[in-house]
T-cell receptor, first 111, second 114 residues
Framework: DVKVTQSSRYLVKRTGEKVFLECVQDMDHENMFWYRQDPGLGLRLIYFSYDVKMKEKGDIPEGYSVSREKKERFSLILESASTNQTSMYLC??????????FGSGTQLSVL | KQEVTQIPAALSVPEGENLVLNCSFT??????LQWFRQDPGKGLTSLLL?????REQTSGRLNASLDKSSGRSTLYIAASQPGDSATYLCAVRGASGSARQLTFGSGTQLTVLP
């Protein structure tokens, strides 16, 4: 079975901290994505990657960066966490233009 | 810019009823369309994917149809059960197939009453 694993289900951080969210997929997918989901705003794309070391900005990249050093792992980095980054973060992967598979999400609270 | 709308935002039905969820999109030049379910506080689970050349896809009690020309897709759930209670989202991929062109609807929250 297809598996996308996010390292934490819940995370609480302080304003100004550097935060790492990790995502690993075991399906040898080329594409990996980071979304955030907020009530009333739906899913918004932060960054995606279509190959190792390749990345492209999504709709809301400000305040975030990403790293993809290996094909199976895609990391989202909050350089200096702020309260408006409190959200549900969802990682996903797909083979080129095929089905999208999601992880179980990380609920991040920034205090 | 592609816009994806799901109406109604919430739906409540008695157990056993057949129901239809709607997804409409403004740009008919799409590559594929995918339906997901999301349980509270969880990630999205893929249900069905329809390619632009297809008219429908079936999986168990679920049937998804696609009418590109009218910009509509429906998800039909037969003999609904309380376990079907969740939020259902559709996502449309633009004609180039690019990952950049995925647009999600805001979802329909379904409650199936025992």
């Amino acid at each position: 079975d297809v598996k996308v694993t996010q390292s934490s289900r819940y995370l609480v951080k302080r304003t100004g901290e550097k935060v790492f969210l990790e995502c690993v997929q075991d399906m040898d997918h080329e594409n990996m994505f980071w979304y955030r989901q907020d009530p009333g705003l739906g899913l918004r794309l932060i960054y995606f990657s279509y190959d190792v070391k390749m990345k492209e900005k999504g709709d809301i990249p400000e305040g975030y960066s990403v790293s993809r050093e290996k094909k199976e792992r895609f990391s989202l980095i909050l350089e200096s966490a702020s309260t408006n980054q409190t959200s549900m973060y969802l990682c996903a992967s797909s083979r080129f233009d095929e089905k999208l598979f999601f992880g179980s999400g990380t609920q991040l609270s920034v205090l | 810019k592609q816009e994806v709308t799901q109406i109604p935002a919430a739906l409540s039905v008695p157990e056993g009823e057949n129901l239809v969820l709607n997804c409409s999109f403004t740009d008919s030049a799409i590559y594929n369309l995918q339906w997901f379910r999301q349980d509270p506080g969880k990630g999205l689970t893929s249900l069905l994917l329809i390619q632009s050349s297809q008219r429908e896809q079936t999986s168990g009690r679920l049937n998804a149809s696609l009418d590109k020309s009218s910009g509509r897709s429906t998800l039909y759930i037969a003999a609904s059960q309380p376990g079907d209670s969740a939020t259902y989202l559709c996502a449309v991929r633009g004609a180039s197939g690019s990952a950049r062109q995925l647009t999600f609807g805001s979802g329909t929250q379904l409650t199936v009453l025992p």
